[in-house]
């Protein structure tokens, strides 16, 4: 396998939208080309925030679709300890969640997809980032190096 993806909340927002701008990597990871990894508390953040948007039920049928995908849904107890330490550095530029993709990015060597801006030159060991534009005439940005 060549790849290795960890979603964020704003990139598993885009799949359940339907948008085209995370359709190639899901489709990589359908075909097996690539491995997909989605934390449990990026599913949790993404189903709260549908939640206060559409309501529990569409919340719930987005989680169990993403459930249901090739996507592998990673338990984030085991890397709250590394998370916790990218909080501390980070304080307010990221969520906890989002020290949770980091960590998980960092200790499975895999690139992190988002739409959040904030991880652009985010310079971590065995990490690298491909943010994915939210609206049109965004311009995506690679930082990191695997």
């Known amino acids: 396998m060549a790849s290795r993806y960890v979603f964020d909340t704003g990139v598993l927002s ?21 491995e997909g990894l989605v934390t449990d508390i990026s599913l949790a953040e993404l189903q709260y925030k549908l939640c206060q948007i559409v309501g529990t039920r569409a919340a719930e049928d987005a989680g169990r679709r993403i459930r249901n995908s090739p996507l592998r849904l990673i338990r984030s ?20 969640a989002d020290c949770v993709v980091l960590a998980v990015a960092q200790t499975h060597a895999c690139r992190i997809l988002t739409t959040d801006r904030s991880f652009q030159n985010t310079r971590e060991p065995r990490v690298s980032v491909r943010v994915l534009p939210i609206g049109e005439g965004d311009e995506s940005a690679e930082s990191g190096k695997s």
């Not at 939208?17 to 097996?32: M, N, T």
């Open 77 to 96: 107890s085991p890397y709250l300890d590394i998370a916790w330490r990218f909080k501390c550095r980070y304080r307010a530029r990221f969520s906890l």
């Open 14 to 34: 885009l799949q359940v939208d339907g948008s085209p701008r995370a359709r190639p990597y899901l489709e990589e990871v359908a075909r097996g080309a690539a």
